[in-house]
């Protein structure tokens, strides 16, 4: 049985059962690359102090740097028979340089020691997600462009609504990401704190140099109160919260290109890599990769649920359920981390059918809201053009004609305003182009944002 960092007081070796119930080690590897950044830091800071002699600080990290090399190639043997990846790398140190890595432990606990590397490995993985966040909004970005002028049915309650350029569908994607985005950098901004030197709960007698290891490690500030700064898991809540959000986003984007691909809507295809077929029917392209994201939604917001509950009612300071909080952390980060690749290649490689979107807009009910605020503009009062309207498309599904087949004498009697020219109204082309507000599906304001997003992005 492995060594153990706390054995001191204990006569009786651990039951090989508690060992397994307790060990995190299968996960906490993770951590394995930011617990050496952090002790290479934490090691220089003893040396700088003269807590430890500069030839012992100096072995220490050379050897550290040695068992980073080591996990950066890959070879580094993680042993399972130690509780957790941070004991691993300590006796890997011993084993390597001797009795002087028995002094790397000075003047910290593992209590600080992991909050410390989870904090690293946070900030890290924040700034990969945020990349690739980017890359997805370039991925749409660019098929807002390459189909620009393209109109679509809007939807609301999945019933027509109005036109829409699907261009701007497409940027709307782009807004929800880049909120996703800024929630990240608000968690990463308040995770970056140094924790090191807290202790296990109430700091050290030794002079250390908090400051000198937050330099070291690139942390914005040191903690200010080392019980706070040991039990603090909120900014894990607060990275799966924002994942969470990330999640719902990719899902509601995902669920958008399953409707829109079927053949009821059938204007937009998705690319056969991204499908599978049927083992029992030949004609089937299923939409699985977007039906996955959908559904993994699921469990990252199972995550966030499971470390919440895990911290409900925790007294202060440090608790062995703690140990918890990773596992749903890493999922999370995964799953999102692989669905932004996905999407950004769905998005790269999608099609669109003219054909079937023109074909939507044969039922001229979808341009109501149109003809209503026509009205409008001819002095009607908005709730009488709204219902004005309303009549006049009851009579047209009655009598099974489009708007266009009425004659203007027919449309005076629901209105003595109507003139021929709400006829060269009842397109799509003319839907969106009559829109007037800021930050509506006009093609001259959603060609602005595609040119600002495009200097945004750099794309």
């Known amino acids: 049985m492995a060594k153990k960092m706390w054995g001191g007081r204990f006569k009786k070796a651990m039951d090989k059962n508690v060992l397994a119930f307790t060990s995190s080690i299968d996960i906490d590897k993770e951590l394995?690359?930011?617990?050496?950044?952090?002790?290479?830091?934490?090691?220089?800071?003893?040396?700088?102090?003269?807590?430890?002699?500069s030839k012992e600080a100096g072995a220490i990290v050379k050897g550290l740097k040695a068992i980073l090399s080591s996990l950066e190639k890959g070879t580094?043997?993680?042993?399972?028979?130690?509780?957790?990846?941070?004991?691993?790398?300590?006796?890997?140190?011993?084993?390597?340089?001797?009795?002087?890595?028995?002094?790397?432990?000075?003047?910290?606990?593992?209590?600080?020691?992991?909050?410390?590397?989870?904090?690293?490995?946070?900030?890290?993985?924040?700034?990969?997600?945020?990349?690739?966040?980017?890359?997805?909004?370039?991925?749409?970005?660019?098929?807002?462009?390459?189909?620009?002028?393209?109109?679509?049915?809007?939807?609301?309650?999945?019933?027509?609504?109005?036109?829409?350029?699907?261009?701007?569908?497409?940027?709307a994607y782009v807004e929800m990401l880049e909120r996703d985005k800024s929630r990240l950098n608000d968690a990463k901004e308040r995770m970056d704190s140094l924790v090191l030197g807290s202790g296990a709960l109430g700091g050290t007698t030794l002079p250390i140099d908090r400051l000198y290891v937050k330099k070291l490690l690139g942390f914005k500030r040191i903690s200010r109160n080392s019980m706070d700064a040991i039990?603090?898991?909120?900014?894990?809540?607060?990275?799966?919260?924002?994942?969470?959000?990330?999640?719902?986003?990719?899902?509601?984007?995902?669920?958008?290109?399953?409707?829109?691909?079927?053949?009821?809507?059938?204007?937009?295809?998705i690319d056969e890599k991204f499908c599978t077929g049927s083992s029992l029917m030949p004609q089937k392209k299923n939409p699985d990769v977007l039906e996955l994201i959908r559904g993994r939604t699921s469990q990252v917001y199972s995550n966030l649920f499971s470390v919440l509950g895990m911290l409900k009612g925790l007294p202060l300071s440090y608790n062995r359920d703690m140990q918890?909080?990773?596992?749903?952390?890493?999922?999370?980060?995964?799953?999102?981390?692989?669905?932004?690749?996905?999407?950004?290649?769905?998005?790269?490689s999608i099609k669109i059918n003219r054909e079937k979107a023109a074909s939507i807009f044969k039922d001229e009910s979808i341009f109501a809201t149109d003809i209503a605020e026509y009205l409008v503009k001819k002095g009607i009062p908005f709730r009488l053009a709204h219902s004005i309207t309303g009549k006049l498309v009851v009579y047209c599904e009655k009598n099974k004609k489009n708007i266009s087949d009425i004659d203007i004498k027919t449309l005076k009697d629901f209105s003595g305003v109507f003139k021929k020219d709400i006829f060269a109204n009842l397109n799509a082309a003319s839907s969106v182009r009559l829109k007037r507000s800021l930050g509506s599906t006009n093609p001259t304001f959603v060609q602005r944002e595609i040119k600002k997003w495009s200097k945004a992005l750099k794309r």
């Open 231 to 269: 039990s603090d898991r909120d900014f894990i809540v607060e990275f799966l919260a924002a994942l969470s959000l990330v999640s719902m986003h990719l899902s509601r984007i995902a669920e958008d290109l399953i409707l829109y691909g079927t053949k009821e809507f059938g204007f937009v295809e």
């Open 324 to 348: 918890l909080d990773k596992e749903p952390l890493f999922n999370s980060i995964a799953i999102v981390c692989e669905e932004l690749g996905l999407l950004s290649g769905i998005f790269k």
């Open 76 to 171: 580094f043997k993680v042993d399972k028979n130690f509780e957790d990846i941070h004991s691993n790398i300590q006796f890997a140190l011993e084993k390597k340089i001797g009795k002087a890595a028995n002094k790397l432990h000075t003047a910290r606990s593992r209590n600080d020691q992991v909050v410390n590397d989870t904090k690293m490995y946070c900030k890290d993985k924040i700034g990969g997600l945020i990349k690739a966040i980017a890359t997805l909004q370039g991925s749409v970005l660019n098929a807002a462009k390459k189909y620009f002028g393209f109109v679509i049915p809007g939807y609301t309650h999945l019933e027509h609504a109005q036109a829409i350029l699907l261009s701007h569908t497409f940027l």
């Open 32 to 53: 394995a690359v930011y617990d050496c950044e952090g002790s290479i830091a934490h090691a220089r800071m003893l040396g700088k102090t003269k807590i430890i002699n």
